[in-house]
Structures are given as C-alpha cells and as structure tokens.
C-alpha cells in the first residue's frame, strides 16, 4: 500500500507541474487512500435521509448518520440543574397532555411511551447519548403519530414563522387550504410549550429535535400542487429544510407555486438594476434564476439514492400582500406568464332602495382563480364612461356589499361586478338595472283670477305620479290640511270658499306618492285676496215740484 501510495504521490506533482487542476488531483490521493466517495449520504442530517418510498429511514440509521455530525454543546451543570429543578411539574405537564391527547385518541402504548419519553427527557448535551435516545423516542413519536393530518393534496402551504397572524388567517383557510399551525396535534403541543419556561421546556435549556421532525412529516405529507409563501428571499432560508423536503425528495409533490409579496421583492433588487420597477419580463429572470440556483445547491447536496432525480416545476407569483392580488407571475421560463381568466361571477342584487341611495350586493364567486371584485356602475345610458363605485372587495370579504350613494331620484342605473384574477384579467358578470326611488316636485299654486268677495280660485298642474293625491294647506299651518284631494277634482280651478272678503289668505300645496315615488316637498306659500264687497246701491235723488200752494 505504502509504494502505491508513494507511487501516486509522485505522478500527482508532475501533474501539477503539467497544470493539471489540483480538485482532481486531491481525488487521485483518496481513491489510492480508499477514501470513500462522499455521495451525499455520509453524515447526512435527518431531514435527508429518506428511503425510495419518500419515508424516512430507520431510527438506527439516523442515530448512526447523526452521531458524527450532531450541531451541539458541551455539558452545562447550570442547565442540568434546571432540568432536575423542574422534573416533577414537567412530568405532570406531559402526563395531562399525553391524557388529554392521546389517551382519549386510544393511541396505542407505542405511541403513548414514545410521547412521554420525548417530552419529560430533559436533555441539555446534544452530543449525549442520552439525546440520541430522545432522538430516537421524538422520531417514533412524530413519525407514528403522523400528525393526525387530514388529507395535503394540493392543500398544504408553508410559510416562514414570521408571517403574521393576519396574512395566515387569509391563506390559511381550514375547509380549502391545509397550514401546521391549525393541525390538532401541533396546537396541543404548542399549548404545552406555551408553559415552556416552568417546565424545563424551553429549548435552550432541553435541546429537542420534536418540532424539526413535525415539520418533516408536515413537508413528505404533501402531495400535488404546494403553496409556499415568502416576505422575502431570506425566509426561503428560514424554512429551507422544508422546501428542500418538498423539491428534492418528496416524490408526491407535483408542482410548487411561490406565492412572495411583490412589494418587498421589487425594493429588494440590487442598486445597479437597469431595468424599469415595472419591468416584470426581466423581474421574472432575475428571481426565478435565484431560487433555481438555491433548488440547484440542494439538489447537488442531497442522498442522491433517497431523492428525486428532477425537482419538481415551479412557479412564482408575486402579490400585493395587503390584498393578495395578483401582481406578477412567472414560471421556470423565466417570461412572465398569463393566469387563468375567471369565469364570469353572479350579477348583483338590489335592496334599501332609496331616492339618492341603494344597497349593492353580490355572491362570493367559487372560482379558484378569483382574487378580487369590483362593483362597477355603468352610465345611466349604456354608452356612457364606466365608473368603479367601490374596489378591492377582497375574496375573503365577509360582505361583498355596498351602499351607493349621491344618486339622483328616480333615476335609472346600471351596475356590474367584475371579478379578477389579477390586473389585467378579469370576467364581468350581466349588467343589471335599479331605479332610484323617485320624488314628486313641489307643486305650484297659481291664481286663476276667478275670485269673489267670500272666495278665491286656484289651479296646479296634476301629477299622475301623485296617487296619494295633494293636500291644501292654509295660512301657513302645515300641520293641517285645509282640503284634501285624493283625486282630481270634478271642477277645476279649485275655489275656496266662505272666506272673509277684501282679506289676504296664503295657501300651499303638497303632491302625496306611493313606495316608488316619494312625496313631494311642501310647495311654495302663495298668496290669494278675496274681492271687497260691492258698494250698496245709492237710493234715487228725489227733487222738489212746484209747490202746489201756489
């Protein structure tokens, strides 16, 4: 061995001194060493080592791969003190949680053992063999225990920890899509860590690998098409074990779609870019390159026996995360490329019709590829501008509602609902028609000169909308109809009789509708004189005779 080796030593300097690349040289040395081929298995870390199946290896195996290459610390006396300060109300913590949990599951004693032994082992040296049992029991447990998952075909999303609870409460939405965080035994043991500080728990104190292993199973759980959501290029390094599950050795997983905020992307783009913010063709390059180069990186690191040999295809949305539209979208082309155009939504509806007002509603639309709606109002005449009355109801909007108001009275408008998929793709529903309530004009008095000491005339034009008819109101008391009218009188001009002569009367008009056409406000004072009573007639002068005496 030794001449071989000696041998070999000396055909490598002359290859250097030919030029020849080192790289290659270093690996002439091992091969006559017999340094075996490092194949992406040796010491290769839990999350990786899967077997053809996509499930993961053999707790054997892992203790064994893990034992070399174990991110640790050395024993701490402090921390071990802690861990035998807080056994007793530890213990009693995973007890109630195994009872609570597991016991009225009718888990298995496996299962039960296997729980219990990864919770209440205290472990502060991640380089003990003690925490490779833990290991081990955590491994069983998770593994086992699956989850209790429902059904991850084209549900399960992934996200960075960082999310916030809003953003999750949009994409996670439990009868459509699938997130760890509503899984029922995940919330169980995050309502047992949250007393994590007084039991011993904290992980800084009891080095775990518990929660590395649930987000294993939740990532070779998945099928179909994966949502993975990013603020940023550094969560894909906060959640990259996952993705790495996902790409290079989940063989269940069809596709992945990158959902990212589109507004922390574009202000993320290096200082020396020559494009326009706007330039989505060289957008699409520049991100779709950098996560294929990160796939690549994983790819060429991984247990090539356990992995896919292809990733799966990606694509990359890029949305506005305040109302998750749409902005751009990309596939592995780099080019951008065209979503799918909605199927035309439900035509809206009308109610709380009022003279100037009325409320707007419509059904949320069961397209997939809906993201928001606008209700548009189209001109009282169909060729006239169209006029977005509201925007961005999000599809998530508990009430795709609203009430529009500043119209005219008894008026005819046209509205819409137009449902997107983002920007530029759309689908509009029929156009329907309402009618605002009407309102009757104040009518006028007018004199009609037909007057006479104990009467006046009057006359107004007679709506036929008013079919409650008008009432007459006298001297500027309109708490009380003078007269009232329910149809048009037989004679007309009306005249108002039994009235004191050569006096001035004001008299006003009100014009009653029905639930389309409002009444009409009270019209304008006018006023009327009665004539003055005629003179009395002024008896004969009687002139004198001839005085019959003479």
Not at 325 to 350: L, M, N, R, W, Y
């Amino acid at each position: 061995m030794r001449w071989r080796l000696f041998a070999a030593i000396v055909v490598a300097v002359a290859l250097l001194i030919l030029g020849v690349d080192a790289s290659a040289v270093s690996r002439l040395i091992d091969k006559v060493k017999g340094v075996p081929k490092d194949d992406g298995c040796e010491g290769v870390t839990a999350p990786a080592a899967m077997n053809k199946k996509g499930k993961f290896v053999s707790p054997a195996e892992r203790k064994s791969a893990l034992k070399r290459k174990v991110p640790g610390s050395a024993p701490n006396p402090s921390l071990a003190k802690e861990c035998r300060n807080t056994k007793k109300p530890r213990n009693d913590a995973v007890t109630k949680y195994v009872m609570t949990y597991h016991k009225k599951r009718s888990a298995g004693d496996s299962i039960i053992k296997s729980a219990e032994k990864c919770l209440d082992e205290c472990v502060t040296d991640s380089t003990s063999e003690l925490y490779y049992n833990k290991m081990e029991a955590c491994y069983k447990y998770t593994h086992s225990n699956n989850l209790a998952m429902s059904p991850l075909k084209n549900t399960a999303q992934f996200f960075a920890p960082a999310i916030g609870n809003t953003l999750y409460r949009k994409i996670c939405t439990p009868k459509t899509q699938s997130c760890y965080k509503d899984a029922e035994l995940y919330t169980a043991l995050q309502d047992l860590f949250s007393k994590a500080a007084n039991l011993g728990l904290d992980p800084d104190i009891n080095r775990t690998p518990l929660f590395d292993y649930l987000d294993e199973v939740w990532a070779m759980g998945a099928s179909g098409v994966v949502t993975v959501w990013l603020r940023d290029m550094y969560d894909l390094t906060k959640i990259g074990e996952q993705v790495r599950l996902l790409m290079s050795y989940n063989k269940d997983v069809s596709s992945v779609v990158f959902k990212v905020d589109h507004k922390k992307f574009t202000n993320k783009l290096p200082a020396s870019w020559p494009y326009p913010a706007d330039d989505n063709a060289h957008l699409c390059e520049y991100y779709v390159k950098r996560i294929t180069d990160k796939l690549e990186g994983w790819r060429t690191k991984s247990c090539l026996k356990f992995s896919r040999k292809e990733t799966p295809p990606f694509e990359l949305h890029m949305l506005d995360f305040g109302s998750l539209t749409s902005k751009v979208q990309c596939k592995e082309g780099d080019a951008p490329i065209e979503p799918p155009t909605p199927g035309a939504p439900p035509p809206p509806t009308f109610s709380d019709r009022d003279i100037k007002s009325v409320l707007v509603k419509w059904d949320h639309s069961n397209d997939e590829t809906v993201t928001k709606f606008d209700l548009i109002l189209k001109g009282a005449a169909h060729e006239a501008k169209d006029e977005a009355v509201k925007r961005s109801f999000g599809k998530d909007n508990p009430k795709m509602e609203h009430t529009v108001t500043g119209l005219e009275p008894g008026t005819k408008y046209f509205f819409f609902v137009r449902a997107y998929a983002d920007d530029t793709h759309y689908a509009d529903s029929k156009v329907e028609e309402i009618e605002t309530v009407g309102q009757l004009e104040a009518p006028v008095l007018k004199d009609s000169e037909i007057g006479s000491p104990d009467s006046v005339s009057m006359e107004w034009k007679w709506d036929p909308k008013a079919s409650g008819g008008y009432k007459l109101f006298k001297d500027k008391d309109a708490t009380k109809a003078y007269k009232v009218f329910p149809t048009k009188p037989s004679t007309f001009p009306f005249k108002a009789e039994g009235l004191q002569a050569n006096t001035e009367f004001t008299f006003a008009l009100q014009a009653f509708g029905d639930e389309n056409d409002r009444d009409s406000d009270l019209g304008k004072w006018v006023t009327f004189k009665t004539l003055a009573n005629p003179d009395p007639p002024t008896p004969p002068k009687v002139e004198d005779g001839p005085d019959e005496r003479e």
